[in-house]
């Protein structure tokens, strides 16, 4: 059986902007003593294993040790409250890294997959913006960053371990606040990206 799934992806963390943990291919340590992300994928198209995906939005929250590449993470999958009871199956042994892809290779980095539950989810992209809200208890935003006088979007090239891709637009997060799963955070000037994705295993 194969899958794919291709859309669009945003994110904020708990460090400051840019996170290091990003552009250093998790070598360096996060800029506080955690690494708290909301990792949002809306997916435009999808197949895995014969279930449509098209259409569905997708949140991965985790925490994280200051240094990465320690591991015993934990990790939380939502999945909009549209989505079928197969849909969120299917989703989640992607997003577990259980079907291969990106994910798989984050997989062994998670010591507690906190499981999966369905969420009022709203990501509005546009203007060189984005914003996202989950519930009523988390609002994330994203503003892309520009060279002077309104020149070209600046972007991460080269992004190794990061699995949106290699190419991470900067969207700096003005002010961030989320509680998911029992991680809380909030913030401003937080780091933050958005990019395309496409996936397939």
């Given at each position: ?26 070598a360096r340590p996060a800029t506080n003593d955690f690494c ?166």
């Amino acid at each position: 059986m194969s899958w794919t799934l291709n859309g669009r992806y945003v994110e904020n963390c708990s460090c400051e902007a840019i996170c290091p943990c990003t552009w250093s291919n998790l070598a360096r340590p996060a800029t506080n003593d955690f690494c708290r992300a909301v990792l949002a994928f809306q997916i435009e198209s999808g197949d895995v294993n014969g279930v449509d995906v098209s259409g569905r939005t997708v949140v991965l929250a985790i925490s994280t040790p200051k240094q990465m590449t320690d591991g015993n993470w934990q990790a939380g999958l939502l999945v909009d409250e549209s989505a079928s009871d197969d849909q969120i199956d299917a989703l989640t042994g992607v997003f577990a890294g259980q079907l291969g892809g990106p994910m798989a290779g984050l997989a062994p980095l998670i010591g507690e997959f906190l499981g999966s539950e369905r969420a009022s989810i709203d990501l509005d992209r546009g203007g060189g913006h984005w914003s996202l809200r989950i519930g009523e208890s988390s609002s994330l935003t994203g503003t892309v960053m520009t060279g002077p006088e309104g020149g070209e979007a600046v972007t991460l090239t080269g992004i190794v371990a990061h699995p949106a891709g290699p190419v991470l637009t900067v969207t700096p997060g003005d002010s961030v606040h989320w509680s998911l799963f029992g991680f809380e955070y909030e913030g401003t000037d937080r780091s933050g990206f958005e990019a395309p994705f496409s996936w397939a295993a």
